[in-house]
């Protein structure tokens, strides 16, 4: 899956909704501290262009939802009820005259549960991006160009949409400031706003005579009587043989961290840390295998906030110790998961002059602010996320398995494909499905780990469609099909796009085709430094498109977890200057250029790649080297190449990748007996000269 | 000359210091916001090796002070006369417990003039970067790797050394904080302080209870009786065959940028962009033709100090339109150089609410302040940075007949350096010497545009390597030679390196100039959407290094002013992640990949490039595609080439460089009757195969 997932996607419709054709017209990555580059991309396509309207098709939209997207929620009820809750003393000293609902849950978690979707409930507006600001005459939701149109449909006459990017769109301060009465009180609910936003609004309203208040219980829960409950799924513990480090060695190792900065506590908030640190997983989120957690570390003490009905299973308890800890400086004291803050201000309250405490600075406002200043000691990667990042050998095996196995799914699904789709009886969707079904068989499936994007034709140019009944395509032996879909096993995490034609593709459809196969494997065969960031490598993907004056508007990869979450920090491969961290052996990213041909065709092609030591002939200031290697081992269509546009090294590199495509999936098709796939695997991975 | 001249080399030292064999073994960029990997690198290194020693080879350092770098600066009384002065309440209410001298001027320039060496006056200690401060009972110095011997030597006991980078040494802000009484008053001048500088010891002090001072008399020109005066050379006034556009008109441009961005105040501060701007030049401050003054520009009136003895001269009124301004919103007001700052105040006592007044981040403290909070709007580059970076096409003719100029004098110094080397008798210092000879006959030729960097065999591992009277090494056929050179003409400035062996170079030497050929002809031929960064073409010049395990720690390009300073804003080509302005077509880089295997040679092979657009087959988005044209014209020693490693387009590239060197120089050496050099350049431009 492409990496960064909030993208801008600006779509043009045909008249007819129904058969539309959507255009990807823009496709913007939107990471920290690039709102500039956003910005000035919407404005010059809005100003050159005329009957422009915006659609969203974001990945995490149960179709569900979509389906009564085209009607308006109607809200007046709901607001006068939240308004009436704004002038409630219940809860706060005195009325608050606006009150903010960001996106997102209390751990800024990049997918959220049905019961955090507070900012969807008050305003019908259920896209992946968005903030609600209600006051006491206005409702406004600021969105970005993906979802101006949707926006409009899900949210009635109450709401004004503010639509992010346009010049005349006033920021979320500046629009407060402007609708204000004098010495007016801004509340908004200090777990769901990260540290740094809650301080960029504080300070622009506190210099306009304003203030921003922390409201602790949340307002959109008050006016909510069917609000979903937080989910508890059972929690899996995973063994050695899946995690390689026991979740005892893993607080030691964070301990050695935290003593050589001389830091006290650690305040764990980010899921799938929490998940990684204790070995355990959950289903709490689809497509993350995390579960709601807090976890307070210090030096001699381990604070574990969780739904405490999760931890009464004896399997369970014994894995976490509870009953009998090895060590008292091992022993896990169990909390409610509501009792961090409170658990938070107790250890905070008995600091010493010295003591400092490590959160994340993306970590929720309110957790945050319950450490005094002078203790704070923020990160912008966690030790955990850094542990988590580099995979220790077992967990390497894991992923390698898991490839192995999502192979032969993938092998099967096209030997399948190739078959049916003469048949005209393949969609969009069966296909998917299909592909959901083979992984299914496979051993110790868990779940899908994202949507699956799966794509014909003009649907390809959209980077993160998800096929919809109201677009679903036929898939014919006329059009270019992109399938972008991974999954979770217990032992690992995959992410795999393949673009295929299964008639004759045309020259140029094989042109971008083979520029896109140069510029992943200029990646994936690149030699590296050691210590060498991923964004330094992300103009190799794209010198091949380049030099016909190509290229595509996303980044090259991203971190992926490990029977975790599919996106993960603090590594990949962007354009993108944020701070990613150095590269090492280890690592596991993802490689995926692309090129998406507006209202024709997108192709991309993905492999998870693992960060291996390379030996050069030299070695210089001693440093080291680095490469990749392939973990993906799903053939690449020789069909769509133009293998005279290759250079020897590079027909070199395909032979090689498929030549070890048959050696290690071969022998599991073999193993499983799965003779069809195993004969296309055999046809799909001949020599090319 | 390699980007980023604040270089970190630390070096080893044979025994015998006058025919020291100088290692360069570790030489980092250091740019905004590296201080991070800066201290990484010393570490590792410092950590891992014994005896190593540091001294400097810094580019702006003149011979004579070096020559008395051996031995200290007795400061006793010099720094008795300060400390007086810090209890003297001349200077302000209560006396100050503590002294920061800052390196630089109040420009934040990089060379500096002879009166603002300030800090090397009052420590003896004369390398480019280090921050000194005095107190009651110390007096301390901040620089690094590449001076720790040199302060060493160069201070007396009076002064302690702190040696950045090092895990143990304190900051500037703790270590004031761990020596000063409470409540203490520490003093700096605000003018030589840049504005963030400011801001964060300001909050370090306050949070310790101590507070930060603007001294506003310099205290140690308070201490410097015999200080230079400020250099007031003449000013010289380019007219339109020079510059392309008049100064009337690029004010008029400005003005348009301020009024699209509701500015209605502009206050200019860098010594390029003021000289630019109205299309002078003067010889202040060595290798830079630039003059001290400031600029102040509102919607109607132009302010201009300076000296004002220099605007005496009928030709510069005229220039300047002093007498008699076309209209009365370009009459210029002079004022002297000093009075900037009142009046800066009397603009800021009479702004409206709205007006804001625009001024870079990196201006002085003292400037800065003046404006008041809500009036400022700080800016990483001016609209003078930027426009000075898009050469205009007189400004492209200018540059390129430069460089023919400059490939004239390159051309006959290879032949004199051909024929002279076998009889023994050149040296580096020299060949240096004949090259600025040589130099000094092509037309419009006014100076250096920095000091030559010739070195012979293990000296080119040195970066910034300068040859002294005590390291001068003589030229043979057994070594490799590099020379960094160019110069400034009223038509442009030049900046070129050659590395070239006179007599057979070794396989290894080969292998290692053929990576930084191809390297460096990735770059220049590469194709890349409008819009790109420069950031994201480094690795291209690091590929074929990094395949083999190479790599050189510097970056690969810097801006290059036009009869200007040879390193400028606000683009470059460096894997540091800062925020570099995106190419544009007629900006100027160079294009610089080296390799430097310390103790035997330096490769580094330099062009410098203008940016123009590509054709290529394809036109993504409209987007237009960039590439670079070589304007440096010199010839690449084949001889140096082990062709087997180049691809058929990089011998391609080659070949058709050299036909153009051939074509372009070679009718200059032809119109200038240099017939030797004609031959040396015919012959050095054969085909390769």
Same mark, same amino acid.
């Given at each position: 899956?492409? &990496?960064?997932?909030?993208?801008?996607?600006?779509?043009?419709?045909?008249?007819?909704?129904?058969?539309?054709?959507?255009?990807? !017209?823009?496709?913007?990555?939107?990471?920290?501290?690039?709102?500039?580059?956003?910005?000035?991309?919407?404005?010059?396509?809005?100003?050159?262009?005329?009957?422009?309207?915006?659609?969203?098709?974001?990945?995490?939209? &149960?179709?569900?939802?979509?389906?009564?997207?085209?009607?308006?929620?109607?809200?007046?009820?709901?607001?006068?009820?939240?308004?009436?809750?704004?002038?409630?003393?219940?809860?706060?000293?005195? /009325?608050?005259?606006?009150?903010?609902?960001?996106?997102?849950?209390?751990?800024?978690?990049?997918?959220?549960?049905?019961?955090?979707?507070?900012?969807?409930?008050?305003?019908?507006?259920?896209?992946?991006?968005?903030?609600?600001?209600?006051?006491?005459?206005?409702?406004?939701?600021?969105? *970005?160009?993906?979802?101006?149109?949707?926006?409009?449909?899900?949210?009635?006459?109450?709401?004004?949409?503010?639509?992010?990017?346009?010049?005349? $769109?006033?920021?979320?301060?500046?629009?407060?400031?402007?609708?204000?009465?004098?010495?007016?009180?801004?509340?908004? *609910? /200090?777990?769901?706003? =990260?540290?740094?936003?809650?301080?960029?609004?504080?300070?622009?309203?506190?210099?306009?005579? +304003?203030?921003?208040?922390?409201?602790?219980?949340?307002?959109?829960?008050?006016?909510?009587?069917?609000?979903?409950?937080? &989910?508890?799924?059972?929690?899996?513990?995973?063994?050695?043989?899946?995690?390689?480090?026991?979740?005892? *060695?893993?607080?030691?190792?964070?301990?050695?961290?935290?003593?050589?900065?001389?830091?006290?506590?650690?305040?764990?908030?980010?899921?799938?840390? !929490?998940?990684?640190?204790?070995?355990?997983?959950?289903?709490?989120? #689809?497509?993350?295998?995390?579960?709601?957690?807090?976890?307070?570390?210090?030096?001699?003490?381990?604070?574990?906030?969780?739904?405490?009905?999760?931890?009464?299973?004896?399997?369970?308890?014994? %894995?976490?110790?509870?009953?009998?800890?090895?060590?008292?400086?091992?022993?896990?004291?169990?909390?409610?998961?509501?009792?961090?803050?409170?658990?938070?201000?107790?250890?905070?309250?008995?600091?010493?002059?010295?003591?400092?405490?490590?959160?994340?600075?993306? =970590?929720?406002?309110?957790?945050?602010?319950?450490?005094?200043? $002078? +203790?704070?000691?923020?990160?912008?990667?966690?030790?955990?996320?850094?542990?988590? =990042?580099?995979?220790?050998?077992?967990?390497?095996?894991?992923?390698?398995?898991? +490839?192995?196995?999502?192979?032969?799914?993938?092998?099967?699904?096209?030997?399948?494909?190739?078959? #049916?789709?003469?048949?005209?009886?393949?969609?969009?969707?069966?296909?998917?499905?299909?592909?959901?079904?083979?992984?299914?068989?496979?051993?110790?499936?868990?779940?899908?780990?994202? /949507?699956?994007?799966?794509?014909?034709?003009? %649907?390809?140019?959209?980077?993160?469609?998800?096929?919809?009944?109201?677009?679903?395509?036929?898939?014919?032996?006329?059009?270019?099909?992109?399938?972008?879909?991974?999954?979770?096993?217990?032992?690992?995490?995959?992410?795999?796009?393949?673009?295929?034609?299964?008639?004759?593709?045309?020259?140029?459809?094989?042109?971008?085709? $083979?520029?896109?196969?140069?510029?992943?494997?200029?990646?994936?065969?690149?030699?590296?430094?050691?210590?060498?960031?991923? +964004?330094?490598?992300?103009?190799?993907?794209?010198?091949?498109?380049?030099?016909?004056?190509?290229?595509?508007?996303?980044?090259?990869?991203?971190?992926?977890?490990?029977?975790?979450?599919?996106?993960?920090?603090?590594?990949?491969?962007?354009?993108?200057?944020?701070?990613?961290? /150095?590269?090492?052996?280890?690592?596991?990213?993802?490689?995926?250029?692309?090129?998406?041909?507006?209202?024709?065709?997108?192709?991309?092609?993905?492999?998870?790649?693992?960060?291996?030591?390379?030996? &050069?002939?030299?070695?210089?200031?001693?440093?080291?080297?680095?490469?990749?290697?392939?973990?993906?081992?799903?053939?690449?269509?020789?069909?769509?190449?133009?293998?005279?546009?290759?250079?020897?090294?590079?027909?070199?590199?395909?032979?090689?990748? %498929?030549?070890?495509?048959?050696?290690?999936?071969?022998?599991?098709?073999?193993?499983?007996?799965?003779?069809?796939?195993?004969?296309?695997?055999?046809?799909?991975?001949?020599?090319?000269?």
């Amino acid at each position: 899956m492409p &990496p960064q997932p909030s993208q801008l996607i600006l779509l043009i419709f045909n008249s007819d909704f129904s058969n539309s054709c959507l255009f990807s !017209i823009l496709q913007q990555n939107k990471g920290p501290g690039v709102a500039c580059d956003f910005e000035l991309h919407v404005n010059s396509l809005v100003g050159c262009r005329q009957s422009v309207q915006f659609q969203s098709s974001e990945f995490n939209m &149960p179709s569900e939802k979509s389906e009564k997207a085209m009607s308006p929620k109607i809200t007046g009820e709901l607001l006068r009820q939240l308004r009436q809750a704004m002038k409630n003393c219940k809860y706060f000293s005195e /009325p608050i005259q606006a009150y903010i609902i960001p996106s997102g849950d209390a751990h800024q978690s990049e997918y959220i549960a049905p019961c955090d979707c507070r900012r969807e409930f008050i305003s019908g507006f259920d896209g992946s991006a968005g903030t609600a600001i209600v006051t006491e005459q206005h409702a406004a939701m600021w969105t *970005d160009g993906r979802y101006f149109l949707q926006a409009n449909q899900q949210m009635d006459n109450n709401w004004t949409l503010m639509k992010m990017g346009l010049k005349e $769109t006033p920021s979320q301060e500046d629009w407060l400031i402007s609708v204000l009465p004098e010495n007016s009180k801004v509340g908004v *609910d /200090p777990w769901i706003i =990260a540290a740094d936003q809650w301080k960029n609004m504080f300070k622009a309203l506190s210099s306009a005579g +304003h203030s921003l208040v922390a409201v602790q219980d949340n307002l959109i829960d008050a006016v909510w009587p069917d609000r979903p409950e937080r &989910p508890s799924t059972q929690l899996r513990s995973l063994g050695l043989d899946f995690t390689g480090i026991s979740w005892q *060695d893993k607080i030691t190792t964070l301990r050695a961290k935290m003593s050589e900065r001389k830091i006290t506590w650690f305040v764990a908030t980010a899921l799938d840390e !929490i998940a990684w640190l204790f070995n355990l997983r959950g289903a709490d989120i #689809e497509y993350n295998p995390v579960f709601f957690a807090y976890t307070i570390v210090g030096m001699s003490t381990i604070r574990f906030f969780v739904d405490l009905k999760r931890l009464s299973d004896p399997a369970m308890r014994e %894995h976490l110790q509870l009953d009998s800890p090895s060590k008292p400086e091992l022993s896990i004291q169990t909390f409610p998961y509501e009792s961090v803050y409170t658990e938070l201000q107790a250890i905070c309250a008995a600091l010493g002059p010295k003591d400092k405490v490590w959160i994340c600075d993306k =970590a929720s406002c309110a957790l945050t602010q319950v450490i005094p200043k $002078t +203790h704070r000691s923020p990160i912008p990667y966690t030790p955990l996320c850094l542990g988590k =990042a580099v995979k220790n050998a077992t967990e390497i095996q894991g992923m390698k398995m898991a +490839h192995i196995k999502d192979a032969v799914a993938l092998c099967e699904l096209f030997a399948w494909l190739e078959k #049916e789709i003469p048949n005209g009886n393949v969609t969009e969707i069966s296909a998917a499905d299909k592909a959901e079904e083979l992984r299914s068989q496979q051993k110790d499936f868990v779940g899908l780990s994202f /949507p699956t994007i799966s794509s014909v034709g003009p %649907h390809g140019a959209i980077i993160h469609y998800r096929p919809l009944p109201e677009t679903n395509r036929t898939l014919t032996v006329n059009e270019v099909y992109l399938i972008d879909s991974g999954a979770q096993y217990v032992d690992g995490t995959t992410d795999v796009t393949r673009t295929v034609h299964f008639g004759t593709p045309s020259a140029f459809e094989k042109e971008c085709f $083979t520029y896109v196969l140069r510029g992943h494997i200029a990646v994936s065969a690149a030699i590296f430094p050691n210590g060498t960031k991923g +964004h330094l490598l992300d103009s190799f993907a794209r010198a091949a498109l380049w030099e016909s004056g190509l290229d595509y508007l996303h980044g090259t990869g991203h971190g992926v977890g490990c029977f975790l979450n599919v996106h993960e920090g603090p590594c990949g491969i962007s354009y993108k200057t944020f701070a990613d961290e /150095p590269l090492e052996a280890g690592m596991i990213v993802s490689d995926e250029p692309g090129y998406y041909e507006d209202g024709s065709f997108g192709i991309r092609l993905e492999n998870v790649v693992l960060v291996v030591p390379a030996k &050069p002939k030299y070695n210089y200031r001693n440093r080291g080297s680095l490469t990749f290697e392939p973990l993906t081992l799903v053939p690449i269509q020789m069909k769509m190449m133009n293998t005279e546009l290759l250079t020897q090294k590079e027909r070199d590199w395909v032979n090689e990748y %498929h030549r070890k495509c048959r050696e290690v999936v071969g022998a599991e098709l073999e193993r499983q007996g799965r003779q069809e796939a195993l004969e296309w695997l055999i046809r799909e991975t001949q020599l090319i000269i």
